[in-house]
C-alpha cells in the first residue's frame, strides 16, 4: 500500500466530499475495472491528434484517476458529531504542448510572485467521472476535460513565448524531462472495515475526555481509505496501484489560568484497522497526554533564553520538515518570476556540494520504506504521481549536500526524475517532494548521553539550565483552530516567513542535578538552514513524524520524517507576546 494516496484521500475528503448516506457496514472492495482503463488509454490516443488551427499539438499527455471510497466520522466526549461514506473517481489531465526543452508549463505570467508562492506552471484539467463502468459515458467526462486543458495549453504556451522575446533568461533549464515507460497494473484494492464498529469505537474513545474536566475541546476523527489510482500517458506507461490506509486522529485543549491555550494530539496511522492499537492503548495515552497539558497549563511562561536547546523526539522531525523538507526538493522558479525564492528549494540548490550539516550526519530519502520500530510511515509509496518508480536518494554524505529529490520538472544544476513527483489532495501541480526523510548521525548517542550533553553546554557557556523541547505546533492534518492561528500570527510578524512552530513541549534541563522543569509560552526566533550546521550532537534512537500539510499554499503530500534527538549549540526563544481568550465563566458542566 502507498501512504502518499491515503494522505491525498484524506485532505480531499476534507476539502471536497460531500454527504453520502450511509450503508451497512461490509468489506469495500473497488470494481476491477477494465472499461475505466480501456476508456482512459482509448481517449488518450485520440487525444494525439488534438490541434487548434496552425498550432502545435500536444507532445505529451497524461492521464490520472484516483477512484475510491473514503469514511469520515467524528466524535466528542462519547458521541458521534459525523459518519459519512464518499465514493468517487477523480480524473486529471496534464497536457504538454512545445516540447521537453520549451512547453506550456512553469510560467508564473501576469501572476507574478503571486503564482510562484503557490508553485506555478499548470496544475491540469479536473474532472469527476461516473461511478459506473459505462465505456462511453467514461470518455464523454475525459474528453470535455482534455478539450479545455489542450485550449489553455496552448494560449498558455503562447504568453509564454511571448514573455520570454523581452526578458533576458540565462540558464533556464528545460520544462520536462523523459522518464522509463512503466506496465505494472495490481490487483483492485480492498479494505475490511467495520463501519458500526469503529463509530462504537470512537464513541469510547471520545467519552475518556469525560474524565478530565480541565480539557474544554476535544475531537476524535477516523479517516479510512480504500482506493485505486490509474496512470497512463502518451509515452506508453500504464499503470494501477492499489491501496488502503487508516488514520485516527485524537485532539484536545485547555487553557492556562492566564488565558494561553494549550493543545496536544496523537496520530495512529496503518494500512489496515487491524493495524491501528486497541481502544485500551488509546485511552491511556490519552490520560498521559492529558497529565503533560496540565502540567503545562500550570508551568511558568519562559520570558526569554539564549543556549543549546534539544529538540527531542517528534520535535526533531517537525524541526527538520521546516527548515529542510522543501529545500531539498527541486522546484524552479517559473518564468514570469520577478524573484527568486528566499527559502526552500531555491536556496539549497545553491548549496549543492557545501556542507548543510555536521560531517557526522547523513540523510536521505527512502518511499519504499513501509515502517520503523513498527510504526507504519506514512510517505511511503512505490510510484509516484507522474508513474514513476521510486527510488531512494542519498541526499547528504557526511554532511555535504549531494542530491535532491526530483520529479520530472528539471532545475538549473539536475536534470531526470528519481521517482519524487508528488500531487498533493485538492488538485494543484504535480512537484518534488519528499516521501520518507531519513536523518542519521554516525556518532549518534544514547538518550542519557545527548541529555548529558545538554547539561554540559549549558554548563560552558555558564548557564543555569539548557532547554530541552519535545514537541512542537504544526499546521498538519489534526491541527488545531489554536494551532493554525499561532501560525498565521507567527508569520504577519515575521513578513511572511514561516518558521519552527512554538514549543507544546518544553522543558529547562537544570545543570545541577539534571532536574526537568516545564515552561510555556515562548517562541523561536529566525531559525536558517545555516544553524544546522551548527548542531553539537545528536542521537541515535529515531523517531517517527507522520505529516500531512495543510499551510498556506494549500495542502502538501503526506509525508514521513525519521531523525533521532539533536541538540543546537545556540538558539533563541522568547515570550509570546499576545492576547489571550478569558476563561470561561460557568465551569464544565463535566464537573457537576
Not at 192 to 214: N, T, V
Not at 389 to 395: F, H, I, M, Y
Request: proline share 4%; glycine share 10%.
Amino acid at each position: 500500500m502507498k501512504a502518499t494516496r491515503i494522505g491525498r484521500y484524506i485532505v480531499a475528503a476534507l476539502l471536497l466530499a460531500p454527504v453520502v448516506p450511509l450503508r451497512a457496514a461490509e468489506a469495500e472492495t473497488l470494481p476491477d475495472s477494465q472499461e475505466l482503463l480501456r476508456a482512459l488509454v482509448d481517449e488518450l490516443a485520440r487525444s494525439r491528434s488534438l490541434q487548434m488551427e496552425d498550432l502545435e499539438k500536444p507532445y505529451f499527455i497524461q492521464f490520472s484517476v484516483d477512484d475510491s471510497i473514503s469514511y469520515q466520522m467524528a466524535a466528542a466526549y462519547g458521541d458521534l458529531t459525523s459518519s459519512e461514506r464518499d465514493r468517487s473517481r477523480d480524473f486529471r489531465c496534464n497536457t504538454r504542448v512545445g516540447s521537453n526543452e520549451l512547453d506550456n508549463t512553469n510560467f508564473s505570467g501576469d501572476r507574478g510572485g503571486f503564482a510562484a508562492f503557490f508553485g506555478g506552471g499548470s496544475g491540469g484539467r479536473r474532472a469527476s467521472l461516473p461511478l459506473d463502468d459505462d465505456y462511453q459515458a467514461i470518455r464523454q467526462a475525459i474528453w470535455w476535460a482534455v478539450d479545455q486543458d489542450y485550449k489553455d495549453a496552448v494560449e498558455t504556451l503562447t504568453k509564454k513565448r511571448a514573455y520570454m522575446k523581452d526578458k533576458n533568461l540565462q540558464d533556464r533549464p528545460h520544462d520536462f524531462a523523459k522518464a522509463s515507460v512503466v506496465e505494472h497494473l495490481e490487483p483492485t484494492a480492498s479494505l475490511e472495515f467495520d463501519r458500526s464498529a469503529w463509530e462504537q469505537k470512537l464513541r469510547r474513545i471520545s467519552a475518556r475526555f469525560k474524565k478530565h474536566p480541565q480539557i474544554q475541546d476535544s475531537n476524535v476523527r477516523l479517516f479510512a481509505t480504500v482506493g485505486n489510482n490509474y496512470v497512463v500517458n502518451t509515452e506508453g506507461t500504464r499503470l494501477r496501484t492499489a491501496d488502503t490506509g487508516v488514520l485516527l486522529i485524537v485532539t484536545a485543549e485547555l487553557q492556562a489560568e492566564d488565558g494561553m491555550k494549550v493543545t496536544d494530539g496523537r496520530k495512529y496511522y496503518g494500512p489496515t484497522p487491524q493495524d491501528l492499537p486497541p481502544v485500551e492503548q488509546i485511552e491511556a495515552d490519552i490520560d498521559e497526554m492529558v497529565v503533560s497539558m496540565t502540567r503545562v497549563a500550570a508551568a511558568p511562561v519562559l520570558e526569554r533564553y539564549t543556549g543549546p536547546v534539544l529538540f527531542d523526539g517528534e520535535a526533531a522531525g517537525q524541526m527538520f520538515r521546516t527548515l529542510i523538507a522543501e529545500g531539498i526538493a527541486g522546484q524552479v522558479d517559473p518564468v514570469g518570476t520577478q524573484r527568486s525564492r528566499q527559502t526552500g528549494a531555491g536556496s539549497l540548490e545553491k548549496k549543492l556540494g557545501q556542507r548543510v550539516l555536521p560531517r557526522t550526519m547523513q540523510v536521505h530519502d527512502d518511499p519504499t520504506v513501509r515502517q520503523v520500530g513498527g510504526t507504519h510511515l506514512l510517505g511511503h509509496y512505490r510510484y509516484d504521481a507522474e508513474g514513476v518508480l521510486a527510488e531512494r536518494v542519498n541526499l547528504v554524505v557526511d554532511g555535504v549536500l549531494k542530491n535532491m529529490v526530483m520529479s520530472r520538472a528539471p532545475t538549473r544544476e539536475l536534470t531526470g526524475t528519481n521517482g519524487h513527483g508528488r500531487r498533493a489532495a485538492g488538485g494543484g501541480d504535480i512537484s518534488a517532494a519528499i516521501g520518507c526523510l531519513f536523518i542519521e548521525d554516525q556518532e549518534g548517542l544514547s538518550d542519557e548521553e545527548l541529555k548529558a550533553r545538554l547539561i554540559e553546554a549549558a554548563r560552558e557557556e555558564g548557564l543555569e539550565y539548557g532547554l530541552r523541547i519535545g514537541s512542537v505546533r504544526s499546521t498538519g492534518i489534526g491541527s488545531t483552530q489554536s494551532d493554525l492561528f499561532a501560525m498565521f500570527f507567527r508569520m504577519q510578524r515575521r513578513g511572511g516567513q514561516q518558521n519552527v512552530g512554538d514549543p507544546i513541549y518544553a522543558c529547562k534541563v537544570y545543570v545541577e542535578d539534571g532536574r526537568e522543569e516545564p515552561v510555556r509560552g515562548c517562541e523561536f526566533g529566525q531559525m536558517k538552514v545555516r544553524d544546522l550546521k551548527h548542531i553539537l550532537a545528536a542521537g541515535r534512537t529515531p523517531a517517527v513524524y507522520n505529516y500531512v500539510g495543510i499551510g498556506l499554499g494549500g495542502a502538501t503530500p503526506a509525508t514521513s520524517i525519521v531523525a533521532p534527538g539533536v541538540l543546537f549549540e545556540e538558539l533563541e526563544l522568547s515570550e509570546i507576546r499576545q492576547e489571550h481568550d478569558k476563561r470561561p465563566i460557568l465551569t464544565t458542566p463535566l464537573k457537576r
